[in-house]
């Protein structure tokens, strides 16, 4: 006889998001500060927008494939892989973009918005590593309860256990 443990209920789709959107919030904060401190408005600027690019990104994918699995557990790997995907692509647009608007070097420091990007995208896979590493979820799912009517239908009728010889 195994015991049963009481399945889960479905957690909210931000739960996954939280750690990481959170670490790496905190960690472009930093930079954004110092950035101001150390070279000036265009440093935290440029700082303000690796943070605003890193967020979004990261958190859009994130929601996407938190979606996906919920709703569709055998795509998770597919649209993950897609996700990563976009997301690249869509970071390489937002460089093509703010430096073909020529903002960057102008109004945004190029580095502090380099800097951001790396340090908050290193907080974000940490936490989220960490998240993924400590969360219990089951390898599979158990097996429901059967009804008092299923139950003994499968007992032996003469009291042997079964298997037992």
Do not use: K, N
Not at 8 to 33: E, N
Not at 50 to 77: E, N
């Amino acid at each position: 006889m195994t015991t049963e443990s009481p399945l889960q209920p479905p957690r909210p789709v931000a739960v996954p998001l939280l750690r990481p959107a959170l670490a790496s919030a905190v960690v472009c904060l930093v930079i954004v500060g110092a950035g101001a401190v150390v070279d000036g408005a265009p440093a935290a600027s440029g700082a303000g927008v690796g943070a605003a690019l890193v967020l979004g990104v990261f958190g859009l994918g994130a929601v996407a494939v938190d979606l996906v699995s919920a709703v569709l557990p055998s795509a998770a790997l597919l649209i993950a892989l897609l996700t990563y995907t976009l997301q690249v692509l869509a970071m390489a647009l937002a460089f093509v973009v703010l430096t073909r608007s020529g903002l960057l070097d102008e109004q945004l420091s190029r580095e502090w918005l380099a800097g951001a990007v790396v340090a908050g995208t290193v907080a974000w896979l940490v936490a989220h590593l960490h998240g993924a590493l400590t969360a219990r979820i089951p390898a599979f799912e158990a097996p429901r309860a059967h009804s008092p009517a299923e139950a003994s239908a499968d007992t032996p009728r003469d009291g042997s256990e079964a298997g037992a010889r």
